[in-house]
């Protein structure tokens, strides 16, 4: 089990921008694949993106070009900087610290949550 530590969030304009970040204290932070998933109310969870621990990284189709996940293995943190904000990105957003296994994800850790609110 690895603590995870999430910060920032908020609410914003529709265009508008926030970051969000994930650390892993007391952990080799380099080794883990670091990932944001989100939920929205009456929704199922989906995972946004996810950087592994050689930098590559994936993303949910609805927020190719807007959202960019990256990471600083000297600061023990990732990063998920979402810009052009829209109301359907409204949601919980939820870090993971995790390590891939036979080609499966496994999470070893989660943040606690944080409310991302997109609205005029």
């Known amino acids: 089990q690895v603590d995870v530590v999430q910060s920032g969030g908020g609410s914003v304009q529709p265009g508008g921008s926030l970051r969000l970040s994930c650390a892993t204290p007391g952990s080799d932070f380099s080794i883990y694949a670091m990932g944001w998933d989100r939920q929205a109310p009456g929704k199922q969870r989906e995972l946004v993106a996810r950087?592994?621990?050689?930098?590559?990284?994936s993303y949910l189709d609805s927020v190719k070009g807007r959202f960019t996940i990256s990471r600083d293995n000297a600061k023990n943190t990732a990063y998920l900087q979402m810009n052009s904000l829209q109301s359907e990105d409204t949601a919980v957003y939820f870090c993971s610290a995790g390590r891939y296994s036979g080609g499966f994800y496994y999470a070893s850790g989660w943040g606690q949550g944080t409310q991302v609110t997109v609205s005029s």
């Open positions: 950087i592994n621990s050689d930098g590559s990284t």
